[in-house]
T-cell receptor, first 112, second 113 residues
Framework: DQQVKQNSPSLSVQEGRISILNCDYT??????FLWYKKYPAEGPTFLIS?????DKNEDGRFTVFLNKSAKHLSLHIVPSQPGDSAVYFC???????????FGAGTRLTVKP | NAGVTQTPKFQVLKTGQSMTLQCAQD?????MSWYRQDPGMGLRLIHY???????DQGEVPNGYNVSRSTTEDFPLRLLSAAPSQTSVYFC????????????FGEGSRLTVL
């Protein structure tokens, strides 16, 4: 059962515009959420995270929003840059690394 | 500083063959894990270890064995490879910040014919 879902396999945006990547989860025990970025032929790298006690976390151009009642989180990238083109994975955990679940990923393409 | 090193990067096997994917870390972290990445499935946890001498199963452990004799190394063994094990495998190490962040290796692409 996929407890973390990214329903958009791909997203294309123009450079300078906002990119919004969405993620839904089903397990109410998840209390920590992360976004990872992956370039081809490389391993995923950590991008940003949010605890369930918050509804927003910002780091430079990247902001993650969490809506616990809807079991939904989103990653906003503003402004988008061509170097942001990658696959983005949403992940969730119950505070225990032993059970980190990942979504299927969204491939973001930022066009110059 | 290498971080997390996986070998080999590419491997082709025939059905029934065995092999070991190697993972080594120089970050001195206790937690190590193996994931597989398949199209449309994201990353799925195979096995993990919270320290030397301790291993446990993840979401998709069947067909894989692991051991952890040192803090640095966490090999993943396929005893009798099957085409369903064709995938990209990632080793991951837990960060020290206690926030769930994982540090991944570059991946090992395995094809089973």
């Amino acid at each position: 059962d996929q407890q973390v879902k990214q329903n958009s396999p791909s997203l294309s945006v123009q450079e300078g515009r906002i990119s919004i990547l969405n993620c839904d989860y089903t397990n109410s025990m998840f209390d920590y959420f992360l976004w990872y970025k992956k370039y081809p032929a490389e391993g995923p790298t950590f991008l940003i995270s949010i605890s369930s006690i918050k509804d927003k976390n910002e780091d430079g151009r990247f902001t993650v929003f969490l809506n616990k009642s809807a079991k939904h989180l989103s990653l906003h990238i503003v402004p988008s840059q061509p170097g942001d083109s990658a696959v983005y994975f949403c992940a969730a955990t119950d505070g225990n690394n032993n059970d980190m679940r990942f979504g299927a990923g969204t491939r973001l393409t930022v066009k110059p | 500083n290498a971080g997390v090193t996986q070998t080999p990067k590419f491997q082709v096997l025939k059905t029934g063959q065995s092999m070991t994917l190697q993972c080594a870390q120089d970050m001195n972290h206790e937690y190590m894990s193996w994931y597989r990445q398949d199209p449309g499935m994201g990353l799925r946890l195979i096995h993990y270890s919270v320290g030397a001498g301790i291993t446990d199963q993840g979401e998709v452990p069947n067909g894989y064995n692991v051991s952890r004799s040192t803090t640095e190394d966490f090999p993943l063994r396929l005893l009798s490879a099957a085409p369903s094990q064709t995938s990209v495998y990632f080793c991951a190490v837990a960060g020290g910040a206690g926030d769930g962040e994982l540090f991944f290796g570059e991946g090992s692409r395995l094809t089973v014919l």
